[in-house]
């Protein structure tokens, strides 16, 4: 219970009272105008990825295939959406320890950027499911991010030439995929560039021709028609050997 106030103690004036007044309501404005926008994020991103997993037909096959292979996805459970460090280098991000694709709900502007996003990591519990990847392992992160970024449509013309302005014709797709690897070990491993580039390269030849669950690089819906789930992908991976 608060003291009361001493008898010698100074009052405020009317003027200074006034003033902190409208400090503290303009304070208290600023946080639940805040905490209003963090909400409608929130929200916005659940509503994003609620519309991807019905309506995206990458996700939604990434969804089956998930499935398929003994890994089904609990939309309610399985993907989260949580705010991220504005300066962090990264969008999202795949969970091994509790099994969940976490997507950041501040950084995710429009339904094209999480479906892409939310593709891309589903992409990398596909292989967690499937290959048993050792995460510790450098080249079987390298591996994983090569085919994230080759098969999820982040070097897709649209994705790279409107929000990276790097596209290039002349061998643009392994370019960027190159590329999005490498910087994404960069964002996740305490590593120079000179040990993420290396392990990249290591694996590039077999993970980069590892289309799993699909038959090729799905460039647009029409090839996901022909593309099949096929459990033998269990047996197949282009994943490196555990050291």
């Not at 409208?22 to 926008?37: A, G, H």
């Not at 996901?224 to 555990?242: G, I, R």
Request: proline share 5%; with cysteine.
């Amino acid at each position: 219970m608060a003291a009361p106030m001493n008898d010698h103690a100074t009052s405020a004036m009317p003027s200074e009272t006034a003033e902190k007044d409208e400090r503290t309501e303009s304070s208290q404005s600023n946080i639940d105008k805040r905490s209003w926008n963090e909400r409608r994020k929130h929200l916005n991103c659940i509503e994003r990825a609620d519309f991807a997993c019905k309506h995206n037909p990458y996700v939604k096959f990434m969804l089956v295939a998930m499935e398929q292979i003994g890994c089904p996805v609990d939309l309610d459970t399985h993907i989260v959406c949580e705010p991220c460090a504005s300066d962090s280098p990264v969008n999202g991000g795949f969970d091994p320890v509790n099994g969940q694709i976490v997507l950041c709900e501040n950084k995710s502007p429009s339904q094209r950027i999480l479906s892409t996003l939310l593709t891309h990591e589903l992409i990398h519990a596909y292989d967690h499911c499937r290959a048993k990847v050792d995460w510790t392992d450098i080249r079987h992160v390298a591996c994983s991010e090569i085919r994230a970024s080759s098969l999820s449509g982040d070097c897709s013309f649209l994705s790279d030439s409107l929000y990276s302005w790097n596209f290039r014709f002349k061998n643009h797709h392994q370019t960027c995929v190159k590329r999005r690897a490498i910087g994404s070990i960069l964002a996740v491993r305490d590593v120079s560039r000179e040990v993420a580039e290396k392990a990249v390269d290591d694996v590039w030849e077999t993970c980069f021709k590892d289309y799993a669950p699909f038959t090729c690089i799905p460039r647009r819906p029409a090839d996901l028609k022909s593309a099949s789930h096929d459990q033998s992908h269990d047996q197949k991976t282009a994943f490196p050997p555990k050291r």
